[in-house]
């Protein structure tokens, strides 16, 4: 089941993410970019709105993946 989240709190120690992360890293770039709503609409059809246990957050999921896709390093598999 695919309920729209509007707001994620994942960690009660995701404030570490603002001294962690420099101010001027592509991943900051990236989250204040982009908006990833996009990825409700996309995903809509692909689940069951009334039946079944609640979905991973999709956006994260899509996060997660976008994370695999830049941090892989070359000649490693992606499997």
Request: aromatic share 12%.
């Amino acid at each position: 089941m695919l309920e729209r989240q509007l707001s994620m709190n994942l960690s009660q120690y995701e404030g570490l993410y603002d001294m962690v992360v420099p101010k001027d890293h592509l991943l900051r770039e990236i989250n204040e970019l982009i908006d990833f709503s996009f990825v409700y609409d996309e995903l809509k059809d692909k689940y069951c709105h009334d039946n079944g246990q609640n979905a991973v957050h999709p956006i994260c999921m899509f996060k997660y993946l976008l994370l695999k896709t830049i941090y892989t390093r070359k000649g490693e598999d992606t499997i």
